[in-house]
Nanobody, 114 residues
Framework: VQLVESGGGLVQVGGSLSLSCSAS????????MGWYRQLPGNQRELVAS???????DYRNSVKDRFTIRRDYDKNTIYLQMTLLKPEDTGFYYC?????????WGKGTLVTVSS
């Protein structure tokens, strides 16, 4: 399984940014895909996830600001981020869960400047 992320970059407070993650390889029987973020020295934390049935879940701090969606034909998930805050800064990693195995992308940096 390979995960390739795109998007990210530098944005001002209150701005918007979109991330995408394309999955390839043996991706049948996917349970869930999602986005995690991490800052150096901190634990990786779940930002948003979406199940195979399309049920989305969000970290409380990003609810009503971030939207995750999935394109099943393209095996791609997207994270639309709005009203960005400095605390949203971090490396964002795409995650795919297949059975009990987690796969990770290489990460993309999001920096929110004030």
């Amino acid at each position: 399984v390979q995960l390739v992320e795109s998007g990210g970059g530098l944005v001002q407070v209150g701005g918007s940014l979109s991330l995408s993650c394309s999955a390839s390889g043996n991706i049948r029987s996917i349970n869930q895909m999602g986005w995690y973020r991490q800052l150096p020295g901190n634990q990786r934390e779940l930002v948003a996830s979406i199940t195979a049935d399309g049920n989305a879940d969000y970290r409380n701090s990003v609810k009503d600001r971030f939207t995750i969606r999935r394109d099943y034909d393209k095996n791609t998930i997207y994270l639309q981020m709005t009203l960005l805050k400095p605390e949203d800064t971090g490396f964002y990693y795409c995650n795919l869960r297949k059975g009990i195995t987690d796969y990770w992308g290489k990460g993309t940096l999001v920096t929110v400047s004030s």
